[in-house]
């Protein structure tokens, strides 16, 4: 039922951009439970800066291929934001994976998309009707399932995942803006240069020296993080979002079965509930979006016509019409320009 909501073609691109999507839960999906395994001997707050620091390993080919040029920048003050609260929810992710349940902290991280659209319409202007609105208040209702602030059952750890949510979508809001006049690697590497250095001043507070072992895992956690970013991009590149991001919600069992296997941790039925309601809603705002660019799209392509335009008068009425001065005749040529991607935004984590 679900393949059938979201079915897309050709064929090969529908089964490439699910096999890319499934590679990236499986990525953070890894990258979930490993920080959970260190964040055991290693305190969140210094393993969030190596993952910064490890996480620029892969833009130095980029930044010696550029040098300065790729960096160039007029929104130096906007990077700099985005980079504080893309730490701001690192550091909330990471001391949440450390004292609750993987699967818990990865359910309430799928409402990163329902608070994008939330802050697209307060920040950036973007209309959005009643039916995602409807759409937003089920999934806020999911969160509140598997947060339970009210109850005997409040957990700071399901919190902390929450207000991780909040500054991941502000992060990504940030990044909508900044994509209109940068590049996707000046993005991530600016977000890197910026994050690390200020990711060591918590850090510092509660260092202690990581050993071998902890930091082979460290840099695992970033390169998993980093791949798991890059099979992302392709996916939504390769299919619709709408269709691909059925497929990012298996990182919640793919999280389940690892915590189940190494930590001996099992997720409750409120958990299930919630995440279903959140999956749900954020199934339906991908779908939406995806109907509304496309028909954006189709009205962009159409011709633009108007009375003084020859074309479009009746030919039993164009006889009294004198011809232009000008010998080109030709209609108008119709707009091919896509509407602006939906981005996700890279994740923070």
Request: charged residues 15%; positive net charge; hydrophobic residues 55%.
């Amino acid at each position: 039922m679900v393949m059938h909501l979201f079915r897309v073609s050709p064929d090969n691109d529908a089964l490439r951009g699910a096999l890319l999507m499934t590679g990236a839960a499986i990525c953070f999906a890894a990258m979930a439970v490993l920080i959970r395994y260190i964040t055991r001997d290693v305190h969140p707050f210094e393993a969030a800066f190596f993952r910064n620091l490890f996480g620029l390993i892969p833009m130095i080919p980029w930044m010696l291929r550029h040098r300065l040029s790729g960096l160039r920048t007029l929104r130096l003050k906007l990077h700099f934001i985005r980079a504080v609260i893309g730490l701001a929810g690192m550091l909330c992710l990471f001391s949440a994976l450390a004292i609750a349940p993987a699967a818990q902290v990865i359910a309430i991280n799928f409402t990163v998309p329902i608070l994008t659209t939330i802050l697209a319409a307060v920040v950036l202007g973007e209309v959005v009707r009643a039916r995602r609105w409807s759409a937003v208040a089920i999934g806020f209702v999911g969160a509140m399932i598997i947060v339970r602030p009210f109850g005997q059952t409040f957990e700071t750890g399901a919190i902390l995942a929450l207000m991780a949510t909040l500054f991941m979508a502000t992060a990504v809001t940030t990044v909508k803006m900044l994509s209109r006049t940068e590049s996707a690697n000046a993005i991530v590497t600016w977000m890197g240069m910026i994050m690390t250095p200020l990711s060591l001043v918590p850090a510092l507070m509660y260092w202690q020296q990581p050993t071998w072992e902890q930091l082979g895992v460290l840099l695992v956690i970033a390169v998993m993080a980093t791949a798991g970013q890059q099979l992302f991009v392709r996916a939504n590149r390769a299919a619709d979002q709408s269709y691909v991001m059925a497929f990012d919600f298996l990182r919640l069992p793919f999280v389940a079965t690892l915590a189940f296997i190494i930590f001996g941790e099992t997720v409750d039925f409120w958990t299930w509930a919630g995440a279903s309601l959140i999956i749900g809603s954020t199934l339906y705002i991908a779908r939406r979006e995806a109907v509304l660019a496309k028909r954006e799209k189709r009205r962009r392509r159409m011709p633009t016509t108007g009375a003084a335009d020859a074309q479009v008068i009746p030919a039993t009425k164009a006889k009294t019409i004198n011809p232009p001065e000008s010998p080109d005749l030709s209609p108008p040529e119709t707009s091919t320009d896509t509407p602006p991607q939906n981005n996700s935004g890279s994740r923070d984590a």
